[in-house]
Structure formats: structure tokens, C-alpha cells
């Protein structure tokens, strides 16, 4: 058959722009999507409506919203072969948004561990939208129809939900959603804090040493790592124990997923160096990773009107998918056609 009759499979994915780009953001989420943008079709948004369940600066939400984008084509997400929009650009979210708020229930809501979190670090602002976001987050998925949606492990019970919702619309209306999988990295999954391995590396972390950004420059990657909280066990030798070493363990992670290089591997090539040796040479292939990240997206930014044309595209495209969607949801529930 030739390439073009060939309908490829659906990939969509998204990250809030809350805060700057981790390395969490890129070895749990973007590095999956670029290691698969030819096998697929591929939609990849800024999520800036799930942003403001959360108070943002204005400026400070549309600065990030781009640098984003610019990050997104210069982690190797080509504009060409992937879908790249702003989610606000695309109305359906919001539309489909609130349909499927009524078909999701308190209990389902009350259950999500990102609502739980949230709301416990925002006390003074548990607002509706903390609480409904997953079924916004479904709409941003059923839209598009897609075969897996790549995340990190922190999403894979938003991802489920969304399951559960479109099979009690489907089992009521027939077959209008289908069902997508989570695809979720081998390593990577769930990238720790360098200062507190028993948090995740967060976006919105205020301890800077804690996580390490896209944007940050070689020297300063390397003095985090160096800086890296690792065990105070007396071994002090590189093998992977979560359980016992969790620093170490998660220093292992991020140099599997940035070298390829397996944990016995990794064990070998520090045998009796010590974490004085081990915690530099993870700096240094993390900085060697994002330094062409960085100095592209550097470039694309300074291109207002490309990214412009970019965003334009993108929100062209995907509005086209995703109204076909609402349409026939707007259809099997009861609404009368405009
Ligand atoms: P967000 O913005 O918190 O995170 C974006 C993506 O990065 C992954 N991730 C991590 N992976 C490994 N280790 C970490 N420390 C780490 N931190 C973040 C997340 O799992 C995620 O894949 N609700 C979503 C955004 C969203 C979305 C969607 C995602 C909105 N609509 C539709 C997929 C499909 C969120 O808050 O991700």
C-alpha cells in the first residue's frame, strides 16, 4: 500500500505551561514523543487552561506558553510532522470540557492524588476547576481520538479515568470515543528531585536546586548534579536500590535515560569510584543532552513570527479533529444542530 493510504496511529500529549520545562517533563513525557513522531499522528498542545486551576502571573503564563513551543520543536518535535497547538486556540476543549463534567463522578474526582496534592499546597485556592480538571483532561484526549497518550507515571491515573469515562459514554451511546492506553516510559517514568529523592522533580518545585530546566546552562546542570543529594549510607558505591539509595537510584535513572546504558552497565563503569566520580559524569551527559536543546530553543524564540505561524497551523489542524468529534457528541447526547 502506498505510504500516504496508510492511516497511522494516533499520539496526543500534554504539559502545563506552570512552570519551566524539567528534565522530569522531558525524559517522562517529550523524549517518548519524539522518539516516536514518525510512526505516528501526533498532537502535542501547551495545556494553558489546565494552568490557571492554579493562580498564574499573566505575562509570566504567555511567556512560558511560547518558550514552550519553541522548546517543544527544539527537543526535535518537527512542526511538519507533528500537530503542536495552545490548547486555549481550540474551543472544543472547553466544550467537550464541560460535557464530560457530567459524566464523571464526584467520587472519581475526589479519588485523584493530583487533586489531593494540589490541594493541600494551595490551601487558599481549592477551586472547582482543581477539582474537575481530569475531566477536562479527558476532553483534551477523546477529541482526538488517540490510539496512547504518553506521559509520566504521575498521569497514568488521569489517563485512566479518562478510560473510565469514555466507556460509560460509549456503553451508553455506542462507539463515539476510543479507548486510548497510557504509554509510559521504561526509565524516566518518575525523575525525583536532586535535593529530595522522595519528591518528584516538579515544574513549580521553589528549591531550585531541586530541579534541573531545559533552559539551564552546562555549568549550572553540573553544579546540581555534584550538589545532588545522594545516600548516607557507608557503602558509597553506584548500585540501584531504590528502597536503601534512592538518591543513587535516581541519579541511575537519568543516566540510563539520557545514555541508553543499563543499570549493570552503569554499575560496572563505577566500580570502586565512589559517588565523587559518578555524580559529575551524570552532570555531564545531562548537560551534553540539553545543551543543543537549549541553544535551539534559544533561536526559535527569537523568531516571533515562525512560532506565530506555527501556533496558527496547529490550532487550524487540530480544531478540524476535534470539532469532528464534538459534532457527533453534540449529536448523541441531544443537542440541536446549529
Ligand atoms: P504536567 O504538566 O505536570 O507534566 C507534563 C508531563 O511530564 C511528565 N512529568 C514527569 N515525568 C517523569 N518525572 C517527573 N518528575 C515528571 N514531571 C512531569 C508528566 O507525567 C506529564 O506527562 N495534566 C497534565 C497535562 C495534560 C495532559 C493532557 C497530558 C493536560 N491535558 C492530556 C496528557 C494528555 C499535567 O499536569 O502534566
Not at 23 to 47: C, H, P, Q
Not at 115 to 140: H, V
Not at 300 to 309: G, M, N, Q
Request: charged fraction near 25%; hydrophobic fraction near 35%; aromatic fraction near 10%.
Amino acid at each position: 500500500m502506498d505510504e500516504n493510504t496508510v492511516t497511522k496511529k494516533i499520539m496526543l500529549s500534554g504539559i502545563q505551561p506552570s512552570g519551566d520545562l524539567t528534565l522530569g517533563s522531558y525524559l517522562g513525557a517529550i523524549k517518548n514523543w519524539v522518539d516516536r513522531t514518525d510512526e505516528f499522528d501526533n498532537y502535542y498542545f501547551m495545556a494553558d487552561m489546565h494552568s490557571i486551576t492554579v493562580r498564574q502571573d499573566p505575562a509570566a503564563l504567555r511567556r512560558r506558553t511560547l518558550e514552550q513551543l519553541a522548546q517543544y520543536i527544539a527537543c526535535g518535535l518537527d512542526p511538519e510532522k507533528n500537530t503542536l497547538f495552545i490548547q486555549s486556540h481550540v474551543s472544543a476543549h472547553a466544550q467537550l470540557g464541560w460535557v464530560l463534567n457530567c459524566y464523571t463522578m464526584f467520587g472519581e474526582l475526589s479519588r485523584m492524588t493530583q487533586f489531593k496534592d494540589k490541594s493541600a499546597k494551595n490551601k487558599d485556592n481549592i477551586n472547582g476547576g482543581l477539582f474537575t480538571y481530569p475531566a477536562l483532561m479527558a476532553a483534551d484526549i477523546l477529541l482526538y481520538q488517540p490510539d496512547y497518550v504518553p506521559v509520566g507515571e504521575d498521569q497514568k491515573q488521569h489517563v485512566e479515568l479518562t478510560r473510565n469515562v469514555a466507556q460509560r459514554f460509549n456503553g451508553i451511546y455506542g462507539d463515539v470515543f476510543k479507548i486510548p492506553e497510557p504509554y509510559i516510559p521504561k526509565v524516566g517514568a518518575r525523575i525525583m528531585s536532586l535535593s529530595d529523592p522522595t519528591s518528584k522533580m516538579s515544574k513549580s518545585d521553589k528549591d531550585p536546586n531541586g530541579s534541573v530546566y531545559l533552559m539551564d546552562k552546562p555549568e549550572d546542570i553540573q553544579r546540581k548534579f555534584k550538589r545532588a543529594v545522594t545516600d548516607s549510607d557507608t557503602e558509597r558505591c553506584v548500585r540501584y536500590d531504590p528502597q536503601a539509595k534512592p538518591g543513587v537510584a535516581n541519579l541511575m535513572t537519568i543516566y540510563s535515560a539520557v545514555t541508553g546504558r543499563t543499570f549493570a552497565e552503569i554499575e560496572a563503569e563505577f566500580e570502586g569510584k565512589g559517588y565523587g566520580a559518578f555524580k559529575p559524569a551524570v552532570g555531564d551527559a545531562v548537560a551534553e543532552t540539553l545543551r543543543p536543546i537549549r541553544e535551539e530553543a534559544q533561536r526559535i524564540l527569537a523568531d516571533k513570527a515562525y512560532l506565530e505561524s506555527v501556533y496558527k497551523a496547529g490550532a487550524e489542524k487540530a480544531s478540524y479533529m476535534a470539532n469532528k468529534t464534538l459534532r457527533k457528541v453534540y449529536k448523541k447526547i441531544g443537542f440541536v444542530a446549529r
